[in-house]
């Protein structure tokens, strides 16, 4: 037990993590030998939760062979789950498979299979068609936000998979909803169940509102009620792509920074946006029911319901990207003469404008974007010390840094981002001319 909990506590340490919640410690003392399903609200920390009671089953190296197999709906999560697992620092390799990106090249990565395999469905079951994955010797199958992927229409794929795994594992699923009917195929069997999900807990420190418009078109009202939330972080969730993209479009126009995400939208630009939003420099992030379960959005402050979701499911998972934890938060509901819910119980207290409209506060921080990047053997200390050359940056002028494979994402403060592109652009990162944009 004391090498599991000096194992344990030591990827904690290289995480940066004090402290588990309630919810992973119960993860944790639950072990390892039954089956489980977990389900906790979106934004509780269920990856780490997972993730941890692995360690200790775990193989010391990597012996070219995959021993976990995590199935995740979508590519966000999968890549979330990535980025806790390397947090850890366990020496051991993993990889993420996901649709919207070229397959050749997790293909190449493959030819060494990975301790720990991440993927969304329809990839897995590519890659399964190709031979480019073996998956006989798994031995813990985790079915991350599971009635997701059902939701999203995955169950063949996901029923396909399963088929390759050994009989023999231990499953452990996880939703973020107890509306949920497991399937057999999944082989689950007399599992541990942990629960989390109360409806205390998901409105605890959560303050509604409702927002009128007086016209049936809400942009002005949207715009209006942005103007009275300080510059504090917003998620504006609509209803369909289209109109995602027109209440980013005219944001945009209004000069308020934010960015669109949904579905239809490829990879590299979902990617983009999301780090925007999390890292600052963006502070209104509008998005279908897409952004209200799997992604890893920390300290969102104000959720806003531009259009009143389809279900009270929906409308619980979206007020859930705020008031987490021990935090406040406010859900905006705008609404026109048209508009009605039966979910809605309690009559929200009302938010009442000002008739002059206030110009948003934009963010504080400016995300800067070099063309050098992993396969350029860049770290995150070169970029650093890239961006310090000349003197134009104070020690708080620097914000998250991000190293992707083809790219550098830094945070700047604003103000400080045409002096560095001018006087840095084709500058030299390890020898090599870098540009800015």
Excluded at 373 to 380: F, L, M
């Amino acid at each position: 037990m004391t090498d599991k909990n000096d194992l344990i506590g030591s990827a904690l340490s290289r995480a940066g993590i004090e402290k588990l919640n309630e919810m992973q410690q119960a993860v944790l003392d639950a072990g390892t030998t039954k089956d489980m399903v977990l389900l906790s609200p979106t934004g509780t920390g269920k990856t780490l939760a997972f993730l941890l009671p692995l360690l200790a089953t775990l193989p010391k190296t990597d012996n070219k062979k995959i021993v976990v197999l995590i199935i995740a709906p979508s590519r966000e999560l999968a890549l979330q789950i990535e980025s806790v697992f390397r947090s850890l620092g366990t020496g051991l390799k993993a990889n993420c498979c996901y649709g919207g990106h070229p397959i050749r090249t997790e293909k190449k990565s493959l030819e060494h299979p990975p301790a720990v395999l991440i993927g969304t469905p329809g990839r897995l079951v590519d890659h399964l068609e190709r031979g480019t994955i073996d998956l006989e010797s798994v031995r813990t199958l985790i079915l991350d936000e599971f009635d997701k992927s059902l939701e999203l229409g995955f169950t063949a794929e996901m029923k396909e998979i399963l088929l390759h795994l050994p009989v023999s594992r231990r499953n452990v699923l996880t939703s973020a909803t107890a509306a949920i009917d497991i399937p057999p195929f999944t082989g689950i069997q007399s599992p541990v169940r942990l629960s989390f999900l109360t409806g205390e807990k998901k409105t605890k420190n959560l303050t509604v509102q409702v927002v009128q418009s007086p016209v049936k078109d809400k942009l002005e009202t949207l715009y209006k009620l942005l103007g009275e939330l300080g510059g504090g972080s917003a998620l504006v969730f609509c209803n369909l792509r289209e109109a995602v993209e027109r209440v980013s479009t005219y944001l945009t126009d209004m000069e308020v920074e934010n960015e669109a995400f949904h579905g239809g939208m490829e990879q590299p630009e979902r990617e983009r946006a999301l780090s925007r939003f999390r890292n600052g420099s963006a502070n209104v992030f509008v998005s279908t029911d897409l952004a209200a379960r799997g992604l890893d959005i920390q300290d969102v402050k104000n959720v806003i319901h531009y259009h009143l979701p389809v279900n009270e499911e929906a409308y619980v998972h979206r007020n859930g990207r705020t008031a987490r934890m021990h935090a406040e938060g406010t859900a905006y509901l705008i609404l026109n003469e048209i508009s009605s819910s039966e979910y809605i119980e309690q009559e929200p207290e009302e938010f009442f404008l000002p008739r002059e409209a206030r110009r948003p506060v934009s963010p504080e921080w400016v995300t800067l974007t070099i063309n050098r990047g992993k396969r350029d053997k860049i770290s995150k200390k070169d970029v650093v010390g890239f961006l310090y050359q000349q003197g134009i940056l104070g020690k708080d002028d620097l914000g998250m840094i991000k190293v992707r494979e083809s790219c550098s994402y830094a945070v700047v403060k604003r103000g400080k981002e045409k002096e560095i592109i001018s006087k840095l652009q084709n500058g030299k990162i390890k020898g090599v001319k870098a540009r800015i944009s």
